[in-house]
């Protein structure tokens, strides 16, 4: 599948992503303050992102291996998204219901570029041969 392929599915699955954080980050903000909110929806949308991306976006069999790793993946995201929420909700004014919406946005290329490197990689590392002697 070609690079160009797995970052339309990349995006169709960051949209279906986006709409279970949104949903769940609205269920949540009505008993709980917004960042506690952002960090919950975060979590639980990161486990459907990662079967999703699995199989639909680069079509790899999920382990157990990919999936501890895939939380790399969603790190700079979610120093990103938080920070920008942060940013954007105490110091800019904005609304708490939009401002995940807006700060998502700035972390999808760097998203993606971690994800296909760690849903790709082998599971286990090729094996070096010995050295020839002499």
């Known amino acids: 599948m070609s690079v160009t392929a797995q970052i339309a599915r990349f995006a169709l699955v960051g949209v279906v992503n986006t709409g279970t954080y949104y949903g769940c980050y609205l269920l949540l903000l009505r008993g709980l303050p917004y960042i506690a ?3 919950l929806a975060f979590a639980l949308s990161m486990v459907g992102s990662f079967f999703l991306n699995s199989y639909f976006t680069y079509r790899t069999r999920p382990t157990w291996r990919k999936f501890l790793l895939f939380p790399l ?8 998204t938080t920070g920008g929420v942060y940013l954007l909700v105490d110091l800019a004014g904005f609304s ?6 807006v700060a998502a946005a700035a972390a999808i290329p760097l998203t993606f570029v971690v994800s296909r490197t760690i849903m ?3 599971d286990t590392p090729p094996r ?3 050295e020839p002697v002499g």
């Open 96 to 101: 708490d219901r939009y401002a995940p919406l």
């Open 120 to 122: 790709l990689r082998p």
């Open 128 to 130: 070096k041969r010995p």
């Open 37 to 39: 909110a952002h960090v």
């Open 73 to 80: 993946t969603n790190a700079a995201n979610f120093v990103i």
